[in-house]
C-alpha cells in the first residue's frame, strides 16, 4: 500500500510539473524552449511582422486565420476548416501549445485569449499565453530571428469541447429562465446603448447582463495581465447562483475571450463558456431579439445618420 501511495504521490507531482500555466513570462517561455520537450509558440501578429523579428522556432498563423466572415468576425469556423488550421499547425491533443499577440495593448491580448480558447474547444489541454506578448519579449532583450521552421504536419481529428460554448440558442434559454450569469466584456459606451459594433444590427445588451470591461484584467498602463490573485478578485465581481454557468460576450467575441480567460483559467472559476457570436451574432438574428439598454429610436436614428455622414465624408 506505502507503494503505491509513493506512485499516486509521483504521478501527481509529475503532472503538476507537466501541466502547463495559462500565462508565461518571457523568461519562463525562454527557460521551457531550452528543454527538449519544447512547446510549440505560435505567432498570430500579421504576416510582415512575424517576417521581420520573431521568437525562433514560432509558428506564423495570422488572426485572421481564426476568425469568422466580415459579417460576423466572431462566428466560429466550422469544423473542417478548424481542423484544417490545427493540422497545418501539428498540433495534436498533447501538444503544448503557447500563442504570442503583438502585445500592444489590452485589446490586443484578445486575440491571444480567442485563439487558446479556440484551441482549447479543440481538445488541447496544454496552452499558454506569453504574457505582455511580443512587446514584452523584445523588452527582455530575448533572442529573435528570421528563420521560418519547417512543422510536420498532424493528423489530429479534434473533438470539440461543447461545454466551453454557448450559441444563441443557449443564450436564449439562459434568458427565458434566468439560469446563467451573462457577462458583457464590453466598456461602457456599448454596455449602455450609446454606441455599437459596425455589424450589430441593435445598441444595448442582453437582458440581465453584468458588466465586467475587459479592460480591468491588466496591470494600469500595460498589456500585462494580472495574477491569480488579483484575478480573483475582479472575477468576484459577477454575481451567479451555485450551479449556474457564467456566458462571456462582447460584440464579436474578441473582448469577451479575455473575460473568458481571466474568470476561467487565471481565477479558476468552473463552468465559464464563451459566446462566439456575441452581439453581433444575438442582433442578427431573423426573430426580434431581446435586448436591455437600448436606445430610443430617435437616438437610434441619430446614430445611424452620424455613422453613415462618416463614411460618405472618408
Not at 476548416?81 to 500592444?104: D, F, P, Y
Not at 498532424?154 to 444563441?168: E, K
Not at 481565477?267 to 456575441?278: C, E, H, I, M, Q
Request: with cysteine; aromatic share 8%.
Amino acid at each position: 500500500m506505502k507503494k503505491l501511495l509513493a506512485l499516486a504521490a509521483l504521478a501527481t507531482a509529475f503532472h503538476a510539473a507537466w501541466a502547463a500555466q495559462p500565462l508565461l513570462t518571457p523568461a519562463e517561455l525562454s527557460a521551457q524552449q531550452a528543454q527538449a520537450s519544447a512547446p510549440r509558440v505560435i505567432d498570430i501578429r500579421d504576416p510582415a511582422s512575424y517576417s521581420a523579428q520573431h521568437i525562433p522556432g514560432a509558428i506564423n498563423a495570422p488572426y485572421g486565420k481564426w476568425r469568422g466572415p466580415a459579417s460576423n468576425p466572431g462566428e466560429l469556423l466550422d469544423a473542417p476548416k478548424l481542423t484544417e488550421l490545427a493540422q497545418s499547425l501539428g498540433l495534436t491533443a498533447s501538444t503544448h501549445a503557447v500563442i504570442v499577440s503583438t502585445g500592444a495593448d489590452a485589446t490586443d491580448f484578445g486575440a491571444a485569449a480567442r485563439v487558446y480558447w479556440t484551441l482549447k474547444l479543440l481538445g488541447l489541454k496544454e496552452l499558454s499565453i506569453l504574457n505582455g506578448g511580443m512587446k514584452a519579449w523584445t523588452d527582455a532583450k530575448l533572442a529573435q530571428d528570421q528563420a521560418v521552421p519547417q512543422v510536420a504536419r498532424s493528423q489530429y481529428q479534434p473533438q470539440i469541447d461543447t461545454s466551453l460554448l454557448a450559441t444563441r440558442e443557449d443564450v436564449g434559454q439562459h434568458i427565458k429562465l434566468s439560469n446563467a450569469a451573462l457577462v458583457d466584456s464590453r466598456p461602457d459606451a456599448f454596455f449602455l446603448g450609446k454606441t455599437r459594433a459596425p455589424a450589430a444590427k441593435l445598441a444595448g445588451t442582453l437582458p440581465g447582463a453584468q458588466q465586467l470591461d475587459f479592460n480591468q484584467w491588466f496591470l494600469p498602463g500595460t498589456a500585462t495581465f494580472v495574477d491569480k490573485s488579483a484575478a480573483q478578485k475582479i472575477a468576484a465581481q459577477v454575481k451567479r447562483e451555485q450551479g449556474q454557468d457564467m456566458v462571456a460576450f462582447c460584440n464579436t467575441g474578441h473582448w469577451a475571450a479575455t473575460d473568458w480567460f481571466g474568470l476561467s483559467e487565471v481565477a479558476g472559476l468552473p463552468g465559464v463558456k464563451l459566446y462566439a457570436g456575441s452581439m453581433v451574432d444575438w442582433t442578427q438574428s431573423k426573430d426580434t431579439p431581446l435586448m436591455a439598454n437600448q436606445p430610443s429610436r430617435f437616438e437610434a436614428l441619430a446614430y445611424d445618420a452620424k455613422q453613415w455622414w462618416e463614411r460618405k465624408s472618408k
